[in-house]
C-alpha cells in the first residue's frame, strides 16, 4: 500500500519566518497535494502538483513535487498567525484512485 | 466555501446503532469518496464511488459500512451496527476522477459513539 512519511509532526515558529515541511513516500507517486486543515474543519487544497519537479506557488505557499517522485516539500514564507493549522500532504501512485495522507504538521505561530 | 456539504455537521450515537452520514455535492461529479480521521490521527480513505457503484474501497469499509447514491444527488455513508471506534471525522470528498483532479473535501460530519 502507499505509505506517507511528513515531517516534522510539529512546528512552533516566530511570526515572518519561513516553514519547510516535506513528505516521502514508499513508491512512486503521480500526484502531491498540500493541504491545510483548522479545527472543525475538513482538509482545505493548498497545492496540487501532477509533474516531477514541479514548483507550484499559491501566494506565501510553495511546493515542488521531487524529480525522484517519492518526496514533494512545502514551504510557507513569512509566515502570520492565520498560518496556524495542521498541513498534510497527500499522494496517489500510478494504478490508485485513492489519496494516502500523511501524519500531518501541525505549526503553531507565536505572534 | 466547501464544494460539497455534509450532514449533519455532528452526530451523537448509541453503540450498535445504525448511523446515515449525508454528502450533496454542489457540482455534478460522478467520483466522490468517503474519507475519516480518527482524532488527532491522519486522513483514511474508506470507500471510492463512480458512476452509482463503489469503485475501490479499504480494508477498513467492512461490512458495516454502506454507501449509495439513493436520489441522484445525496451520497450517503451507512454505517450499519456502530462501534466505539467507529468515533471519527468523516469526510465526504469529490473530484473528477483523473489523475489531474485534486480531491476537494466537505466540512465533515463528527460521529460520537457512546
Known amino acids: 500500500g502507499q505509505q506517507l512519511n511528513q515531517s516534522p509532526q510539529s512546528m512552533f515558529i516566530q511570526e515572518g519566518e519561513d516553514v519547510s515541511m516535506n513528505c516521502t513516500s514508499s513508491?512512486?507517486?503521480?500526484?502531491w497535494l498540500w493541504y491545510k486543515q483548522e479545527p472543525g474543519e475538513g482538509p482545505v487544497l493548498l497545492i496540487a502538483l501532477y509533474k516531477a519537479g514541479e514548483l507550484t506557488s499559491n501566494g506565501r505557499l510553495t511546493a515542488q513535487f521531487g524529480i525522484t517522485r517519492k518526496d514533494s516539500f512545502l514551504n510557507i514564507s513569512a509566515s502570520i498567525p492565520s498560518d496556524v493549522g495542521i498541513y498534510f500532504c497527500?499522494?496517489?501512485?500510478?494504478?490508485?484512485?485513492?489519496?494516502?495522507f500523511g501524519k500531518g504538521n501541525q505549526v503553531v505561530v507565536i505572534p | 466555501e466547501p464544494e460539497v456539504t455534509q450532514t449533519p455537521s455532528h452526530q451523537v450515537t448509541q453503540m450498535g446503532q445504525e448511523v446515515i452520514l449525508r454528502c450533496v455535492p454542489i457540482?455534478?461529479?460522478?467520483?466522490f469518496y468517503w474519507y475519516r480521521q480518527i482524532l488527532g490521527q491522519k486522513v483514511e480513505f474508506l470507500v471510492s464511488f463512480y458512476n452509482n457503484e463503489i469503485s475501490e474501497k479499504s480494508e477498513i469499509f467492512d461490512d458495516q459500512f454502506s454507501v449509495e447514491r439513493p436520489d441522484g444527488s445525496n451520497f450517503t455513508l451507512k454505517i450499519r451496527s456502530t462501534k466505539l471506534e467507529d468515533s471519527a471525522m468523516y469526510f465526504c470528498a469529490r473530484d473528477r476522477g483523473r489523475d489531474n483532479s485534486p480531491l476537494h473535501f466537505g466540512n465533515g460530519t463528527r460521529l460520537t459513539v457512546t
Open positions: 513508491s512512486i507517486f503521480n500526484t
Open positions: 497527500a499522494g496517489r501512485d500510478y494504478g490508485n484512485n485513492r489519496l494516502a
Open positions: 457540482s455534478n461529479h460522478l467520483y
